[in-house]
């Protein structure tokens, strides 16, 4: 409750897409994104929430010499031509949304990007993606390639939040979830409901040993995110078996607690829903993690100042031989 006593709740949707083929149009997809977007707004949702690259294909797995090879799959202004009818109908429809797309600015800086569109159809804020995961250069003994650091730049502009929706709202994208250090920046900005669109195969190539955590590994840090900061999180993929990649899906819903209150069942289009009590946030805010209370930023300072790790001398060199004294 707020201090005039209203509540503050927000009907979030997750809407979960199935494989995006490479030859299919952008004008097609966003009839696939109203159709969630209409689920949405029967369901009551005040906000939608839509994958990472949700336009197209997952085009970094192909090698191309020449960046520009893969131009056609960037968006030079959004709203576009093909995603104005999105755009026009959550307006007609009072329905916010967050949608994945690649960007290429005016003077040619390709990003990761999602945008946030409030009910009203003006837009709060773009997030570009920090952690870009991958390679950046051909690497044609993977059975599919992951060259996300070819055709994206990482951001330096960081983990900011927005007051939206009645609440504090913030962005990450994909690979940006398997960083604690994600969550806790907007958690010092008091988030309160954390969207995250990806694109996660379930075959990791430099070490497929993986491969069967990968939902695991998935809801492990976002439910962790959620509750060490006390905020929502809505995670939401493009799932299913892609251009023959299999990508997982599993999108979900997570509470303050960490728990997940809603998660997706099929592998393709799909929307989930809850109602999510931003208040709910405080219980963990004001207790456990009570940042002021509790924090000790002074012992963190590596965290910030350094980005690889500096393990002890081996034993060999270490003054006393390794011997404790
Ligand atoms: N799109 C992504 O960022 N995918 C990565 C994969 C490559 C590990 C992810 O973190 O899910």
Not at 157 to 174: K, L, P, S, Y
Not at 300 to 316: D, F, H, L, M, N
């Amino acid at each position: 409750m707020t201090s005039a006593g209203q509540s503050r709740t927000v009907t979030i949707g997750a809407a979960q897409l199935g494989p995006i083929g490479r030859d299919e149009s952008r004008e097609a997809v966003v009839v696939r994104l109203i159709t969630l977007l209409r689920e949405g707004a029967e369901a009551g949702c005040d906000l939608v929430v839509f994958p990472e690259l949700a336009l197209t294909t997952f085009f970094p797995r192909w090698f191309t010499d020449d960046i520009a090879g893969h131009d056609h799959y960037y968006e030079t202004s959004m709203p576009s031509p093909a995603t104005q009818p999105l755009f026009d109908e959550a307006k007609k429809l009072g329905v916010g949304f967050a949608l994945g797309y690649a960007e290429l600015t005016e003077d040619g800086r390709r990003f990761n990007t999602t945008v946030l569109v409030e009910r009203d159809g003006s837009e709060v804020a773009k997030f570009r993606k920090v952690h870009i995961p991958g390679h950046e250069d051909d690497e044609p003994w993977r059975p599919f390639q992951h060259l996300e650091r070819r055709y994206f730049e990482e951001s330096s502009e960081g983990f900011g939040v927005w007051r939206a929706f009645g609440g504090i709202f913030g962005m990450a994208t994909c690979n940006d979830r398997r960083w604690p250090e994600t969550y806790r920046e907007m958690g010092l900005q008091g988030v309160e409901m954390i969207l995250i669109g990806y694109n996660t195969p379930i075959h990791y190539a430099p070490d497929p040993g993986q491969n069967a955590l990968q939902g695991f590994h998935n809801h492990l840090c976002m439910q962790a995110g959620a509750y060490q900061n006390g905020t929502w999180v809505v995670g939401v993929a493009k799932g299913g078996t892609e251009e023959g990649v299999e990508s997982l899906a599993q999108s979900a819903i997570i509470a303050p607690s960490g728990q997940i209150v809603a998660q997706a069942v099929t592998t393709g289009d799909e929307l989930i829903t809850a109602v999510a009590d931003l208040d709910w946030c405080n219980h963990y805010k004001e207790t456990l993690f009570d940042f002021a209370r509790y924090r000790r930023p002074e012992l963190y300072q590596r965290i910030t100042s350094q980005k690889g790790v500096v393990a002890p001398p081996p034993e060999s060199l270490a003054p006393n031989g390794g011997e404790s004294s």
